[in-house]
């Protein structure tokens, strides 16, 4: 009995030195197989193209190909839901935003996931500053004739959006809360096919993210009333700021950011988080981010506690401004 209590104990000491030789190997061999990534919202959309851009040089870094997949629905939760509940093995993440990862916490009662118990944050890929749009036939020429406009036809005019808990739906709804107006809103599968709808005249304006509008603006398929940030965009040097064009309080800016389902190992997250880092360390990868508008962020914020940081405080700025709305 002796002998068989002291080949159990050994045994056991075997598997424990084995499971922790299993952890560095799975570090060190992952991935062996292409990961997907979902992006809440219709393809041609600020998340779908920062997504596109980043994980394109992820993939290089992590010698497997990344998937877009592309997932609609309700403000992007349906997608972010879907996410939450995959597997913790690291081969399925999402690309969420402000929307999906704070501002839906205030706006969905019953959400199916919470953005800080289900998800394990991995790295902040860009800033997306907020932009007023309006199609280039809309009545107002600035933005102080806009907020006149609006609120003296709040019944009749339209504010598109990508959903309820979209980045568009939340920051146009701080907007019409600073007016004290509730117009109609025109939601859409995403900000790419409300930014459509915007070019084609079928609805009046919405607050978009820099990264969708910047060709539009250039090209005169649209207007742009300004940019609610303290500072103008580079991108957009003759778009004036919300404190410049009257309307100091309007201040918003959307961010995206890669998630993985919770329980994913911390060598898994630390792979991806530092292929996510190189590759906005990559200048190619910063040129196309740059012309688009968005904000790189600096190397402290592109850590997973830095990530973990910012959605909770997101989650305690929108609550208040939102919850009136639900």
């Not at 992006?39 to 992820?58: K, L």
Request: aromatic share 6%; charged share 15%; glycine share 8%.
């Amino acid at each position: 009995m002796t002998f068989i209590r002291a080949l159990a104990g050994a045994c056991a000491a075997a598997l424990a030195s084995l499971g922790a030789f299993v952890a560095p190997v799975e570090a060190q061999t992952y991935p062996t197989r292409s990961i997907t990534m979902i992006v809440p919202f219709a393809a041609g959309g600020p998340t779908d193209v920062v997504a596109r851009i980043v994980t394109s040089h992820m993939a290089q870094t992590l010698g497997q190909s990344i998937i877009i997949e592309n997932v609609v629905g309700a403000g992007g939760t349906t997608a972010t839901t879907r996410a939450a509940r995959a597997a913790n093995d690291g081969y399925t993440l999402i690309t969420g935003h402000m929307g999906t990862h704070a501002a839906s916490v205030p706006l969905y009662p019953k959400l199916a996931y919470h953005p800080e118990k289900d998800f394990e944050p991995i790295a902040l890929l860009a800033g997306t500053p907020i932009l007023i749009l309006a199609r280039k036939d809309f009545p107002p020429k600035d933005l102080k004739e806009f907020v006149t406009y609006v609120k003296a036809n709040a019944e009749k005019v339209n504010a598109a959006h990508a959903g309820v808990g979209s980045v568009s739906h939340v920051s146009c709804e701080l907007l019409h809360s600073i007016l004290d107006i509730k117009p109609v809103g025109v939601p859409f599968n995403g900000t790419g096919p409300a930014m459509n709808a915007l070019v084609a005249g079928q609805v009046d304006y919405m607050c978009d993210q820099i990264v969708n509008a910047v060709p539009q603006i250039n090209a005169g398929t649209i207007k742009a009333y300004a940019i609610a940030t303290p500072e103008r965009n580079p991108s957009l040097p003759n778009v004036p700021t919300t404190a410049e064009a009257g309307l100091p309080k309007f201040q918003a800016q959307a961010w995206n950011a890669i998630f993985a389902p919770k329980g994913t190992s911390p060598a898994i997250v630390a792979s991806l988080n530092a292929a996510a880092v190189k590759a906005l360390d990559d200048e190619t990868v910063r040129k196309r981010l740059l012309e688009l508008g968005s904000v790189i962020p600096s190397p402290a914020e592109r850590t997973p506690e830095s990530l973990a940081a910012l959605v909770k405080g997101e989650i305690a700025k929108w609550t208040p401004v939102l919850k009136p709305a639900t």
